[in-house]
């Protein structure tokens, strides 16, 4: 089995120093993930030219979509990572266990979008009725689907690098999402 490899920045092209650089700067350190794809000349800057695009949606409601996303395609990286950036964004520990399910029942507004996120990553595009028409009833445009489907295909790429190399994870471990039974 092959051992997938973290690279550091003397590993890395001097392109890709030079966002290590900007990376440590504003966040003090460069995330795995990060630096994953530093092992290929131009996939960090580009993967961060998209996640850093502006967006018609707030920081909160990308975050929802980064947690449901993740936890649809159990990648565990991601979800650790987004937990804590959701706890950034002011949400507690149980309201991001409860966005992982796919639902924000503290927000209705941000309930549609959970569930909506989620009907789209699971169906592979085709979101259920129930799913689309709560979010446009929830106040959200077309504008914002959009948005939601660029969101959600930059956190599939990170899900799948995670998932098929399995590197080590640099963030607190987010715990386990249990389903309850009723």
Do not use: W
């Not at 949606?57 to 449901?68: D, G, Q, T």
């Not at 129930?130 to 446009?136: I, S």
């Amino acid at each position: 089995m092959k051992n997938y490899s973290v690279p550091t920045r003397e590993e890395v092209s001097p392109a890709n120093q030079s966002i290590f650089d900007q990376l440590n700067k504003g966040l003090g350190f460069v995330p795995n993930l990060y630096a994953y794809f530093a092992k290929n000349e131009t996939a960090l800057g580009d993967y961060l030219t998209l996640q850093n695009r502006k967006s018609s949606l707030r920081a909160k409601e990308r975050e929802i979509i980064n947690l449901v996303v993740s936890q649809v395609n159990e990648c565990r990286y991601c979800q650790s990572a987004h937990t804590a950036l959701g706890k950034l964004n002011g949400f507690t520990e149980d309201q991001i266990l409860e966005i992982r399910g796919g639902s924000a029942t503290f927000d209705p507004k941000l309930d549609a979008l959970a569930a909506f996120t989620q009907s789209v990553t699971i169906n592979r595009g085709k979101a259920s009725q129930k799913a689309k028409e709560a979010f446009f009833a929830a106040g959200y445009t077309e504008a914002n689907l959009i948005d939601v489907v660029i969101v959600i295909g930059d956190k599939i790429i990170s899900n799948y690098i995670h998932n098929l190399t399995g590197f080590e994870i640099d963030f607190p471990i987010a715990p386990e999402l249990v389903e309850i039974e009723n």
